[in-house]
């Protein structure tokens, strides 16, 4: 299971990074919160995968930490910001040009 | 009553601006938002010197929010180094804000912004977490966004996408790192990291350590990570430019002296980070000789700088870590002061290009003498501040024996020289009767001159003052007790 979740991972990445490479301004805000996606999953995955509901009274035998889980409540919470973030100056550059690809430098 | 405000006191220079922030949110006059912005700045700066007066003998004061404690709870410590950068961000803050305002670029909520990103700032230097440091991190980031993205034209807001772009991408590293300590010691508090990872497996440690290099080397901008910085750093007008310059990637080279010697410490010279220092140094520097405006040049420097201050630690002896801080705090101040000049000349001249410039020092008599003071002291000429940084560096190095990076932080100190007379050479010679900058926009830039020839004339106050900060992380046995109640 956590090499399956471990793989995810990585897909997660590679289409991220593909996606912030390409042209297009919303494929790049796309790609960015897949990145995003992937650090949370990686968080999730450092606690281990195995044991029940962390509420006591909930599961018998052991449980999960419940303290990754609180850390990606945050940094979802801090991706959804900058995306937001990101998708306003994103339709700002789109009034400003009209177009949305970015020249090569 | 009073042991108790001491206890806060930590809290103040985070909570401080962040109500100052919130009351500014609610849209008040220009004129209310600037005294409002202005004497919060002011109580923070009053916070941060008590802070550091307090700490001054070694002291580390931790603060357990809601009273869980360490390693459970959520943790504040002021020490020495922590709270000598907030005592610096707090006076670069001060000093950005006044030159702001002078030059009437603080519309709508830049004030707002400007406390928002004061409180990241002094959150990041004061947390004993690690994902606490990564919440502040994102807290200033996403204050410096819209402060770096306020009011910009078409290109401005392309470069600012490519720095949001770039820091979440930093910021993923970070977070990758942070659950790869997690999984391997299950706990994220400093000094208890300290304590556990010399128990974890060595290859988690090792890769953990290389995503946190990699995340706060992104942020710091050393190399191989550091070609945002100038892109970015062109677009804000010159007081924000001046914060960002002088502050922002300073914060990741804080990171870097307290994850990369309290939780991951190298036990001698270490070879990637001298490296990377040299490098560092000299492609700042040699990208800086290629520019042919004030603001580019400056912020190529930015770069070199941060070399430097790497070296420090990566030198890793106790002189070598000092050496390094002494380097940061003295950069901060020279460096927003050599921004502060080149915004007067903007604002005043509304160009910054070196072709388009010339004659400034027969109608800016002072800003001229504030240039030179700032440059030379950037370049390391005594008496200033620069040279005893410069010296203590380079003490540490012949120390331990890194003859290869000693030589070049000496060959790119004569490179800086010769890239500031360009600057001086072709902005305040030559011919041509330019506009006069008013006094107020030389004020600020002409406090920090006096500070850096100020720090220059007793430099052994501070450096027996950062001396003490690098006790603490060469050492962190008193850190680690203090935090974690032994």
Redesign the interface.
């Known amino acids: 299971m956590a090499t399956l979740v471990a793989l995810l991972v990585g897909v997660l990445v590679t289409t991220g990074l593909y996606l912030l490479l390409g042209k297009s301004l919303l494929r790049q805000i796309i790609g960015l919160s897949l990145l995003s996606h992937a650090a949370n999953v990686i968080i999730l995955l450092s606690a281990g995968l195995r044991g029940g509901v962390p509420v006591i009274g909930a599961t018998r035998g052991p449980m999960t930490d419940p303290l990754p889980q609180a850390l990606i409540l945050t940094a979802i919470v801090i991706s959804f910001g900058v995306t937001a973030f990101l998708l306003a100056l994103g339709y700002r550059m789109h009034l400003f040009g009209g177009e949305e690809k970015r020249d090569d430098r | 009553m009073i042991a108790s405000l001491i206890a806060a006191l930590p809290a103040l220079p985070i909570i401080v601006p962040l109500l100052t922030a919130i009351l500014l949110i609610a849209g008040p006059s220009r004129r209310a938002q600037r005294t409002l912005g202005l004497a919060g700045s002011l109580a923070t700066l009053a916070a941060s010197i008590t802070l550091v007066l307090l700490t001054r003998g070694g002291q580390v004061m931790p603060i357990q929010a809601g009273g869980w404690a360490a390693p459970y709870g959520i943790t504040l410590v002021a020490d020495m180094l922590g709270a000598l950068m907030v005592l610096i961000a707090a006076l670069i803050g001060l000093v950005g804000l006044v030159f702001t305002i002078a030059a009437g670029r603080d519309d709508r909520f830049v004030h707002a912004g400007w406390q928002f990103l004061l409180t990241g700032i002094n959150w990041a230097f004061l947390t004993g977490d690690l ?1 606490n440091l ?2 502040a991190y ?1 807290v200033m980031l ?1 204050s410096s ?2 402060l770096l ?1 306020h009011g910009t ?2 290109r401005q ?2 470069e ?2 490519g720095y ?2 770039i820091n ?2 930093a ?2 590293f970070f ?2 790192g ?3 300590v ?2 391997a010691t ?1 706990t994220l508090n400093m000094a208890h990291l300290a304590e556990r990872v010399p128990l974890a497996p060595a290859g988690t440690v090792r890769a953990a350590s290389m995503m946190l290099l990699v995340a706060f080397g992104t942020k710091a901008a050393i190399f191989p990570f550091y070609f945002w910085l100038p892109h970015a750093y062109a677009i804000p007008p010159g007081g924000v430019a001046a914060f960002f310059g002088g502050m922002l990637t300073k914060v990741g080279v804080y990171s870097l002296f307290r994850v990369f010697t309290i939780i991951f410490p190298s036990g001698g010279p270490d070879p990637l980070l001298l490296w990377s220092a040299s490098a560092t140094m000299l492609f700042g520097v040699l990208g800086a000789l290629a520019q042919d405006s004030v603001r580019r040049i400056l912020s190529f420097h930015i770069i070199s700088q941060v070399g430097y201050m790497i070296m420090g630690l990566a030198l890793a002896s106790q002189l070598g870590i000092a050496g390094g801080i002494f380097y940061v705090l003295h950069h901060i101040v020279v460096k927003s002061g050599l921004l502060l000049v080149g915004g007067a000349i903007e604002e005043t001249q509304r160009t910054d290009r070196l072709d388009r410039l010339g004659g400034l020092a027969r109608t800016n008599g002072v800003l001229a003498l504030v240039f030179v003071v700032c440059a030379l002291s950037l370049a390391g000429v005594p008496p200033f501040s620069g040279f005893f940084a410069k010296l203590l560096l380079i003490r540490a190095g012949l120390e331990v024996g890194q003859y290869g990076v000693v030589a070049v932080s000496i060959i790119v100190s004569v490179l800086t020289l010769m890239s500031m007379l360009k600057i001086y050479t072709t902005v305040f010679w030559g011919p041509g009767e330019p506009r006069r900058a008013p006094a107020r926009l030389v004020v600020p830039a002409a406090a920090l001159a006096l500070i850096t020839i100020a720090v220059g004339l007793r430099a052994q106050v501070l450096y027996s003052l950062t001396s003490t900060a690098a006790a603490h992380l060469t050492q962190p046995a008193r850190y680690v007790g203090t935090v974690l109640k032994k």
Do not use: D
């Open positions: 994902f990564y919440v994102e996403i966004y819209f993205t034209t078409q807001a392309r600012a996408f949001v772009a979440l991408v910021s993923m977070l990758f942070v659950a790869l997690y999984s299950g």
